[in-house]
């Protein structure tokens, strides 16, 4: 009957939930501030993502090409055979770099030109003539230059030019003559410089392709930073040199420039390359400014002529020396055929017009074959 009873009777337990426990709530509170910042969606930022997009971006908005050349000649006989040995090495590097960011757009393009030859010369030595090859740079020139401009229809633009060449190193009268007092120019002695404003103006087609710049305002300048050759100047009575007051270092006139390019390959191999610059400045606010100057000179030269051959008695008051400015004019032409992978044949030519330096048109070109090699990052 007891085991019965047990195994009938009903069993209750009774537990309190509105009893709180202060200590069990602090232990299970959440903090809300770290949670509604975390991302639940799969779009998540990615380092490694990132760093290629800027990769991308900048070969997009970069084109940069690099040439290297290198090239030269030889002739060489025995003494049976007669004739002197000649070696002649040219190179140059030429860079082209463009920037496009939507309207906007930098190009920077530049070159350097180094050349040596070696011809057999008598040379003095002690108390006798010895003949011997003598190494002597026949060309020497750089140039940079950078334009930045803002479209402003598929054809023209906005656009201002900043330019400037000269030499690297000294250069001298000839190979026998190479002492302080045959220097004749020397690094920036002289340098030209020049600025400009105005608009630019691009064919667009492919078979023509042609850049005009036209600058109605633009300033020219000619640099000639050597005591060197000051000194030398001032020995010989010059009051200028290179058309800069024999006291100052520089000379700057304002006018305007005209700026043409052409730039055209042909052949699925690139095996042919023609390119042309052809850059004229005249700098008609100068002229205009000293133009009283420059008559009251030109009428001083005149007298004093007359006064040398006796023609008037009185000799004429000295004027400053002012030269009227001419136009200046450069063509430069560059021809490269490209005979095998690295190995190329180029033809140079320039010619040069500018008063200030010399009253004869300067001409100078170059044919060579050797290697060649160009960097394009696409």
């Known amino acids: 009957m007891l085991a019965m009873m047990f195994c009938t009777s009903a069993a209750w337990a009774q537990f309190s939930l509105d009893e709180k426990h202060k200590s069990l709530q602090e232990q299970i509170k959440f903090s809300g501030s770290n949670m509604k910042n975390i991302k639940t969606s799969t779009d998540y930022d990615s380092e490694a993502r990132d760093r290629l997009e800027r990769k991308?971006?900048?070969?997009?908005?970069?084109?940069?090409?690099?040439?290297?050349?290198?090239?030269?000649s030889m002739w060489a006989a025995n003494q049976a055979w007669g004739g002197d040995?000649?070696?002649?090495?040219?190179?140059?590097?030429n860079l082209n770099h463009r920037y496009a960011k939507d309207l906007f757009s930098v190009t920077n393009s530049g070159e350097v030109r180094m050349g040596y030859n070696s011809i057999r010369v008598d040379v003095q030595e002690e108390e006798e003539t010895v003949r011997k090859g003598v190494w002597f740079k026949n060309v020497d020139q750089f140039w940079f230059q950078t334009q930045p401009a803002r479209k402003i229809n598929?054809?023209?633009?906005?656009?201002?030019?900043?330019?400037?060449?000269?030499?690297l190193t000294r250069s001298y009268q000839s190979r026998t003559a190479q002492e302080d007092v045959n220097l004749t120019s020397s690094f920036l002695a002289p340098a030209s410089v020049s600025i400009s404003l105005g608009f630019t103006y691009n064919t667009g087609k492919p078979k023509f392709p042609v850049t005009i710049s036209l600058n109605a305002l633009s300033t020219s300048g000619t640099l000639v930073y050597s005591d060197d050759l000051r000194e030398l100047y001032e020995s010989r009575g010059a009051t200028n040199y290179f058309g800069v007051d024999i006291d100052k270092h520089a000379t700057f006139s304002g006018g305007s420039q005209i700026n043409i390019n052409f730039n055209r390959t042909w052949g699925k191999t690139g095996w042919f390359n023609y390119r042309t610059e052809i850059i004229s400045y005249y700098g008609w606010i100068t002229n205009v400014m000293n133009h009283a100057k420059i008559r009251r000179y030109y009428d001083y030269m005149a007298d004093k002529r007359r006064f040398e051959e006796g023609k008037i008695d009185v000799a004429p008051t000295a004027q400053p020396r002012h030269i009227e400015l001419h136009p200046t004019v450069g063509w430069k032409n560059w021809i490269n055929i490209k005979i095998a992978k690295y190995v190329t044949s180029s033809f140079y030519y320039e010619l040069q017009y500018d008063k200030a330096r010399s009253d004869k048109v300067r001409m100078q070109s170059t044919l060579t074959f050797g290697f060649s090699y160009?960097?394009?990052?696409?």
């Open 85 to 93: 040995n000649t070696f002649s090495v040219l190179a140059w590097i």
């Open 56 to 72: 991308r971006l900048r070969k997009q908005r970069n084109t940069l090409s690099i040439g290297y050349n290198l090239q030269g």
């Open 154 to 167: 598929d054809r023209w633009a906005y656009s201002a030019t900043g330019r400037i060449s000269s030499q």
């Open 374 to 378: 160009t960097f394009k990052n696409k």
